[in-house]
């Protein structure tokens, strides 16, 4: 929606129709995705570092945590643009001070992989969590009956949420895992808490392109990653034999995991909140495993060179591991809706499994495993091209 000079610059909030034709990501909502790369990029950096130095498992703990706050984050504001985006000066306001939030907890994310200190992640957090509360009481302002309801039980439970996450602050080192997964529980329930009684008027095709547009940007942070730290070995080692295999697997995973994910047209599949909660919440898995192909590259290019202290294998399974888990993910949440027979079902399960494989072919694990990857798309479209033809030939002889 566009505002136009003779319209109020102030607006009543009120839901937007499901069924809306035409309905399209904003220049704000791409402005606000564009933002949002930042804190993912900071994330990356430090997975690189942490996993280099042969601390992978304080590394991905880090890296679940601080990826969740940018992704629940960057979640809530998308769904709820989707039933509330009215375009007035105030929602754009508030959008930005969302922007303005994910910028702090970036900054914050170096500190809180290397010192442990969380306060600019929590703080970042927190800022982006009450511009949403906002837009909630906005919401509730502006109607009555279940959904004012709806709308109160969102900005009270994400409230309640802020002060838990004190936690992360405030108890000893050891107990922020727990935090953290007491939480993350708790800011997901609160969804299906608030519209238990009135859902929201999330438009299917617009949620479909808002996710579609982040995982292509997440996918470009991963292209661009790569691409740097394999720039960087070749002018500062002139390694380029031991980094070549790595930059056309590396390459290949990527182009495989674009057209993976976008051969089908999810927004059918979103009919109700049951089944948009279960794959909205999915996508955690597969941004975080997209964000981390982009990092396990920069590891694998260090190992090469030799800057990481970590094994072949390690740094091999940097890249092998995240390509399996954004497959299994992406299968599990939408691809297999739109297989047919045991063979289209089986392609990507088992391409994850030989992926996983490729872990232990050492120097050329990354090459083997963009392959498989990539040999797993002509599989998939032989595959599909085969049974239309099938379908078209029963046609004519029905004819």
Not at 343 to 354: F, M, N, Y
Request: charged content about 15%.
């Amino acid at each position: 929606m566009t505002s136009s000079p003779t319209r109020s610059p102030l607006r009543r909030l009120t839901a937007r129709g499901r069924d809306e034709p035409h309905r399209v990501a904003s220049p704000l909502e791409l402005f606000f995705d564009l933002c949002f790369v930042v804190a993912i990029a900071q994330a990356g950096v430090a997975l690189v570092h942490a996993i280099a130095e042969g601390h992978a498992g304080e590394g991905i703990l880090n890296y679940a945590m601080v990826f969740f706050a940018i992704w629940w984050a960057w979640m809530n504001f998308t769904w709820f643009a989707s039933a509330y985006d009215n375009d007035d000066a105030l929602y754009r306001v508030v959008t930005l001070v969302q922007i303005a939030g994910v910028l702090v907890l970036a900054a914050g994310v170096p500190r809180a992989f290397e010192d442990h200190e969380f306060l600019a992640v929590l703080l970042g957090y927190v800022i982006m969590r009450m511009a949403l509360i906002t837009q909630w009481l906005r919401v509730a302002r502006s109607s009555e009956g279940a959904e004012r309801t709806m709308a109160l039980r969102y900005a009270f439970g994400v409230l309640l949420c802020q002060v838990g996450w004190l936690g992360l602050v405030a108890l000893p080192e050891g107990g922020r895992a727990w935090v953290f997964l007491v939480m993350a529980v708790l800011e997901m329930c609160v969804p299906p808490f608030a519209e238990r009684d009135h859902p929201t008027s999330w438009h299917p095709h617009h949620i479909a392109e808002r996710y579609g547009l982040f995982t292509i940007i997440v996918l470009g942070e991963t292209i661009a990653a790569a691409t740097v730290a394999v720039k960087s070995g070749i002018d500062e080692n002139d390694a380029l034999d031991e980094l070549l295999p790595i930059a056309i697997g590396g390459l290949l995973i990527i182009f495989a995991a674009w057209w993976i994910y976008f051969v089908v047209p999810i927004h059918g599949h979103l009919r109700s909140n049951k089944q948009a909660f279960l794959w909205g919440y999915g996508h955690y898995l597969v941004f975080t495993s997209a964000a981390a192909i982009g990092a396990g590259l920069e590891v694998a290019v260090e190992q090469a060179v030799g800057k990481a202290h970590i094994s072949t294998l390690a740094a091999s399974a940097a890249v092998t591991l995240p390509t399996a888990l954004y497959l299994l993910t992406v299968w599990v949440l939408h691809s297999r809706y739109f297989k047919v027979g045991i063979a289209q079902q089986l392609v990507l399960p088992v391409t994850a499994l030989l992926v996983i494989c490729c872990t232990f072919l050492g120097d050329w694990a990354v090459l083997a495993a963009g392959i498989v990857a990539t040999l797993a798309v002509v599989t998939g479209t032989t595959l599909t091209a085969r049974m239309a033809a099938r379908e078209r030939g029963e046609q004519v002889r029905v004819a």
